[in-house]
């Protein structure tokens, strides 16, 4: 490490231990318009038709998303206030205060143009077990014609999606948000086979994809890997998106 790199680390890890002693702002990820959205064919019927989605996330940290306390570092909105009313805040100055020329938690306004897509079930989804694929050959042919959707992280990909099966990096996506989500810090193997997790496990197909977030390079996400915010299906059915977890995967 050069006295020019050892300086940039010491700055940059001075400026994590001080946002983390005191309230510190989100990135804001994206708004999304689920009024407008809804009118689309193939909208989720369980997902609101009214409002909209904010999502906020700590992008300078990247939270642990095994940890229960992780859900300090993002917020998920559903806000319904009339258009008319809403206003574009300014930027936090703490968040201009950490970002350069080389890296930055402030993203440039894009817009998305939504269309219906297919989502494939992936084989590590907790509800692969209800097709009968145990034959490998027939797993490595579903699994060939999964990897033609591609993965959120491409440059030139469809990589946000609202709804359906998520595109994944990394497996244990609904199982480690089940443990977290219910007070398990589930980051070494040991965790997993408690009882406590043996016992919640078993329901962690009840967690579904809400939002997936990925490269974007008109709005300044190069990436690499993708966001998702996924939420139980009770709590989406009880409008708790205060509830949802997001979790930050990469290759």
Known sequence: ???EQGEIFSREHLAKADAVERPFPLAF???FDLAELSAIDGYDPTFPKTGRLLVFYDFFEQPE???PEASVGWRVIWDESPQESLTRAAIPSDLEAISDDDWTSIFEPALIHASPVVT???MSDEGWDAFDLADGTLSAIYGEW???FGTPDEEDGENHQLGGYPRTLQNGLQATSQLAANGI???TGEAWTSPEAKALLPSAGEWRLLLQIGVDLNAGMTGPGAY?????NQDLAARRFEQARVTYQCD
Do not use: A, K, N, W
């Not at 998702?228 to 139980?232: A, E, F």
């Open 29 to 31: 990820f994206g708004q």
């Open 228 to 232: 998702y915010v996924i939420i139980r």
């Open 120 to 122: 494939p079930i992936p």
């Open 185 to 187: 810090s589930c980051g």
């Open 146 to 148: 999964l990897s033609e």
């Open 1 to 3: 490490m050069t006295p």
């Open 65 to 67: 998303d095994f940890t």
